[in-house]
Nanobody, 118 residues
Framework: QGNLQESGGGLVRPGGSLRLSCVAS???????????LAWYRQVPGKERELVAS???????EYAESVKGRFTISRDNSRKRVYLQMSGLAPEDTALYYC?????????WGQGTQVTVSP
């Protein structure tokens, strides 16, 4: 039930937008719906950092560096979580990971690369 698959990464110019998507293809609805979902990112040589999270009731939190530019959302009927990113800057370049947590169990996707470059 832990399989998470990200998509939507790519190369974008500064100021551009991307929408990341993550599907929990093997999670059943009764497990997915109450899960805390999040996006993390990591660059080589640095620790993985939390970008945004969304709880089962839709409450969201964002890293200060992305507030006002990124929006996290979820679609329980499709078992998906999204990250809409706008105003992208080179410092947003990273491998972005989808994360699901429920009852102390955590699951990670393989990551999708986002590169912001002129």
């Amino acid at each position: 039930q832990g399989n998470l698959q990200e998509s939507g990464g790519g190369l974008v110019r500064p100021g551009g937008s991307l929408r990341l998507s993550c599907v929990a293809s093997r999670a059943i609805t009764s497990v997915f719906n109450p899960s805390m979902l999040a996006w993390y990112r990591q660059v080589p040589g640095k620790e993985r950092e939390l970008v945004a999270s969304i709880s089962s009731d839709g409450s969201t939190e964002y890293a200060e560096s992305v507030k006002g530019r990124f929006t996290i959302s979820r679609d329980n009927s499709r078992k998906r979580v999204y990250l809409q990113m706008s105003g992208l800057a080179p410092e947003d370049t990273a491998l972005y990971y989808c994360h699901r947590k429920l009852d102390g169990r955590e699951f990670w996707g393989q990551g999708t690369q986002v590169t912001v470059s002129p």
